[in-house]
């Protein structure tokens, strides 16, 4: 057993996820999802997935808004929260929605989906089971599949910070997460901008942020071993 891993589990489902809240609810019906960030790179760039899966969706207020652009895409979303998941499925029946974490995907089978979204979920996921994550979405995403990550873009090396959980604090680890398939040799970039995290929420997503501590980005990125190596 590993005490450490134990505890800030233990922290992230009594404060972290299960602590979804009626403030998250209220922030996400400001999210204008013909806004998304995601979805305007794959209007600009023209992809039309089949099967996309995100990880921590919350309610899958996002995959709501692509199944609404591309209604014959199968949109599937996982997250701890149970509270997120119960009020997603009241909101969009027609997600699907599990209530788990990304580090155990085996519900799926290898190479199931085309697109992959992480939207500043990675940020907070246990540094004990962060490889396991990358392994299981590597594992999911088919070859020449689209994994489209939205985190913070630190300038600074990254910050672990402390969420007010208290009593147990759990944390959040700031760093460039595209970074991580990248240096795999087995993911390419085709996409990254900064984005504003606050504006993003109102659909002023391309603006700049001032707090560079604040600062997201977006990356988007192909798999293909036969498209890196040359
Ligand atoms: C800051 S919220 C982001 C929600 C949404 N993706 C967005 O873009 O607004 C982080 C989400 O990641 C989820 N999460 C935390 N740890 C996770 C894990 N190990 N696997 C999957 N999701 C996780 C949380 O429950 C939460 O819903």
Redesign the pocket.
Known sequence: MNITKDIENEA?FAY??NS?SAY?AQ??TK?KSNHDPVLNILKDYQIHPRNCL?????TG??LKGIQQLFPDCQATG????KK?IIEGKKQYPNIQLMQ????DLSCFPDESFDLL?????M????RM?LLK?VAEMDRVLEEHGRLIL?DFFPVTPPVNECHPTKPTPSFSYKQNYEEIFRASGLYRLWHKETINDAACLKGNQRNSNNNLGERACITALIKGSKITYE
Do not use: K, T
């Open positions: 992230f972290g996820a979804w998250q922030q996400l999210i995100e990880i921590g969706a919350s207020f996002r996982v997250d701890p929260s997120a788990r974490e990304a580090d979204i992480g939207s500043f979920s940020y907070v996921v246990d089971l994550v939205i």
